[in-house]
């Protein structure tokens, strides 16, 4: 059976997703530099009878997402090493700047600020921001009834066929 409804549907369906995860992070204020926000793309995959809606999505978002953990404590998210490269987009397009003098009296630099904050960030971990779990909760409201009809419709339209050939 070719589920084409089916396919449009899921489609539709994670196009809504990827709208709304789009939305969450604007409306919470994790946009800097546009990065994570233009690499939200859905990908609809097929396997034998299994339909999945992926994302493929910068690999930093698991950052933001899931959050880190301290890197003593025992958790999975402890395991998570936050890349520099990131951090110092997020400082030069938020224009962060150094506004009291390091040891030597000199001002540090944004990449020298970029690389303070990782560093933090892997002693006291960050907070989970699951933006893409909300999307996907929110998202999902009212589209079990939509899959479900273009699922029949498909099934209809394939036992038609059958009757058809069977005459």
């Known amino acids: 059976i070719v ?23 604007s409306n919470s204020d994790r946009v800097a530099t546009g990065n994570l926000l233009n690499s939200i793309k859905r990908i609809i ?15 930093y978002f698991k950052y933001i997402e899931e959050g880190t953990g301290p890197r003593h404590l025992p958790d999975a998210r402890a395991s998570y090493f936050v890349p520099y490269q990131p951090i110092l987009d997020w400082v030069i397009a ?55 009809e273009a699922i029949d419709q498909d099934i209809d339209e394939c036992f038609d066929e059958l009757v058809m050939m069977l005459e």
Do not use: C, H
Request: aromatic fraction near 8%.
């Open 3 to 25: 589920f084409r409804r089916l396919e449009k549907v899921l489609e539709e369906f994670g196009s809504a997703m990827a709208e709304q995860y789009k939305n969450n992070l």
């Open 45 to 59: 995959e097929v396997n034998g009878n299994v339909y999945e809606i992926n994302f493929d999505l910068n690999e």
């Open 94 to 148: 938020k224009d962060v700047r150094a506004t009291y003098p390091d040891k030597n009296g000199r001002l540090p630099t944004q990449e020298q600020l970029a690389y303070a904050i990782k560093t933090s960030i892997g002693r006291k971990g960050i907070e989970p921001k699951p933006d893409l779990q909300n999307a996907i909760e929110t998202t999902d409201q009212g589209w079990e009834e939509k899959i479900e």
